[in-house]
């Protein structure tokens, strides 16, 4: 537990420029009529010359020393007693007031307060430091206003001498609403910043009890009698709330009040200090909301999020995500590190990540780490980032982690059948060789000998013979062509190169190629300039052929017309063969696609039946897919996808 004297000796020894930089800034932006005073006189040349600021250094480091050995109270009353005998170099002794130390000792506090979010870790240990620099601030505050008041007031000439030097003070301070209560409350004096904050003007508002400045329900509530009983008992109260002005509108505002005793220490009144904070309200109350907004980002968010001491290595967030993922409730999380969950192995690689990121100050991302949970072995993606202070040096670490199991899996999922598939595809190439020379040579075999039977026999036996004869050379025929066409499909999976395909030229070339079957039939093909596509040249001229040449065999009793196209759509082009030829019914619109199946008999149209399997497979190389809309005597449109890149 870290306690008061461990803070002022961080204050001290790592952090006396960043609270003396942010001192000096609060008492700039604060109107403090000795700090104007010593500027005036020459003593300092401004708050932010290099000599001050050594001076302001050296001062706060002799003030959290007088903290830790415990005699700022003692230092103070030592103080204090040079300025009561007149011996403070360059000041006078009423030149000081005790609106002066209130204004002093606030910003002291608020330059202290701002540095301990760095320094503690838990809210327990904020409250109890808080609680006990408060108490030292409160007497010591005490102790110089009644040392104060009590010298100034050593004679009634004094008094009223001092009493108009302060009225005069208070009243030429704009910025904030200065001004005395009486012990039940009642406003005695009011300055030009009470008028500007509240509105009222001072024959309005003397006399009137000061609950006129509180909202109805603060009143309701007793409000303004139980801070003046407060700071009655205490000497010294300081609170935040709803104020309001003399025309009804509410306002934020900053109040302290201060005790004053007579010699005999009974309450003589009160001075009470008023700032208008609104717009520093507005801006926490935003900044609370944003805050609150993305905690509940933070915690319905699918990924696994959390917080690490940057120190400890404590677990101090944990989202519900995480909580899901691995299983355990946060709160057995929470101010644990990772050896009190997981195996040595998985801790000590994570706790290495960690002061990784923590001594490069950089973000590291882990894209696999293995994870043992109460739901399993995981796998996660994990990104851990330093979170820095003000300072620079890193205060926790944020984690921000995905679950890829299931990507993993699919992904070896995806490598095993692809290296299956790499084995069946070998074995196909190796069926395919068989298939054109060690099937085709038995099968050369058998038609050279059929037609040797054909032509010495053919007429010689009887008509059943001859049938026969027919019969056995048109199946040899058919069979060689079969297994040409098994060898041309099995080549589709080869791995070949892609390389930029200019389409126009491509197509140019087919009809060049194709000259006498377009002729034969009569056929109009027409396409506008098409574009460049990335894949293989000598598949997709195939694809092509086998497109048109359907086309032109399918035709019907009219001269084939065949339109070629093509649109960019999503990222991928859409090419289209259109034909007026006889059509194809609509239920065996996905059947024309396998291997081998044929719609019409070959004697009409004459064909294995793989052609159009090849342009599947083809297409599907390229990523893509094919299909076809046609109805019976009325066309045929083929449409396939190729990638833009």
Aim: proline fraction near 3%; include cysteine; glycine fraction near 6%.
């Amino acid at each position: 537990m870290k306690t008061l004297e461990d803070f002022v000796r961080y204050l001290r020894d790592e952090r006396l420029k960043d609270l003396t930089k942010f001192y000096i800034d609060k008492i700039g932006s604060m109107d403090i009529p000795i700090v104007k005073r010593v500027i005036e006189k020459g003593m300092i040349k401004n708050l932010y010359d290099e000599t001050t600021f050594k001076m302001t250094m050296d001062s706060l480091a002799k003030f959290l020393s007088s903290v830790q050995d415990g005699t700022m109270i003692s230092n103070t009353r030592a103080s204090l007693k040079l300025w009561a005998e007149n011996k403070v170099p360059g000041i006078g002794r009423d030149e000081i007031h005790p609106s002066d130390l209130v204004l002093i000792y606030a910003a002291q506090k608020t330059a202290i307060f701002h540095l301990l979010p760095d320094f503690v870790k838990s809210s327990g240990e904020a409250i109890t430091i808080t609680e006990e620099l408060e108490g030292l601030y409160t007497l010591a505050q005490d102790t110089a206003i009644q040392m104060l008041f009590k010298v100034q007031k050593e004679t009634e000439e004094k008094l009223k001498e001092s009493e108009e030097k302060f009225r005069l003070m208070v009243q030429n301070i704009k910025d904030y609403a200065i001004f005395m209560i009486t012990p039940d409350g009642h406003v005695q004096s009011w300055n030009e910043g009470a008028e500007n904050i509240k509105g009222y003007k001072a024959d309005e508002i003397l006399g009137k009890y000061i609950s006129v400045f509180y909202t109805n329900d603060d009143i309701k509530k007793g409000i303004p009698e139980s801070n003046l009983k407060i700071a009655g008992e205490n000497g010294h109260l300081e609170t935040e709330g709803w104020r309001v002005r003399k025309n009804g509108e509410k306002f934020w505002a900053n109040i302290i009040y201060t005790a004053l005793y007579d010699e005999k220490k009974k309450l003589k009144g009160f001075s009470k200090l008023t700032r208008d904070i609104t717009k520093q309200k507005q801006s926490a109350d935003d900044l609370k909301a944003i805050n609150n907004f993305l905690d509940s980002v933070l915690e319905n968010i699918p990924n696994m999020v959390f917080v690490k001491d940057a120190e400890s290595l404590n677990f101090v967030r944990f989202n519900k995500a995480g909580e899901r993922l691995l299983g355990t409730p946060k709160a057995e999380l929470l101010g644990k590190n990772d050896h009190d969950f997981f195996p040595k192995e998985q801790a000590d690689f994570f706790t290495g990540k960690d002061r990784a990121v923590l001594s490069q100050l950089d973000i590291v991302d882990i894209p696999e780490e293995p994870i043992d949970t109460k739901n399993g072995r995981r796998w996660l993606h994990t990104r851990k980032i330093p979170i820095l202070n003000s300072s620079g040096h890193p205060v926790y670490l944020l984690g921000i982690s995905e679950d890829v199991t299931e990507m993993r899996n699919a992904k070896l999922e995806l490598e095993r059948k692809t290296h299956e598939l790499m084995r069946s595809n070998t074995e196909l190439e190796q069926f395919a060789y068989v298939a054109s020379h060690d099937l085709q040579e038995p099968l050369r075999t058998v038609s050279s000998y059929v037609q040797l039977l054909a032509s010495r026999y053919k007429d010689k036996l009887d008509e059943d013979a001859n049938e026969f004869i027919d019969f056995a050379v048109d199946g040899s025929k058919r069979m060689r062509q079969l297994i040409n066409s098994l060898l041309e499909y099995s080549r589709v999976n080869r791995i070949k190169p892609f390389e930029w395909i200019n389409l126009t030229d491509v197509l140019d070339e087919i009809k060049h190629d194709m000259k006498e079957q377009i002729e034969e039939s009569g056929a109009i093909i027409s396409y506008k300039k098409m574009p460049e596509i990335y894949g293989d040249t000598v598949l997709i001229g195939q694809l092509f052929q086998n497109l048109i040449g359907n086309a032109m065999k399918f035709r019907g009793s009219k001269k084939p017309e065949i339109r070629i196209g093509s649109e960019r759509k999503n990222g991928e082009f859409i090419f289209s063969v259109k034909d007026n030829g006889i059509g194809i019914p609509k239920e065996y619109s996905d059947k024309i696609f396998v291997i081998f199946q044929r719609l019409n008999g070959r004697e009409k149209y004459p064909g294995t039946g793989i052609g159009l399997s090849i342009c599947k497979k083809i297409v599907e190389r390229h990523g893509g897919k094919i299909w076809v809309e046609s109805e019976p005597e009325k066309g045929s449109a083929f449409y396939f996808t190729i990638k833009v890149t």
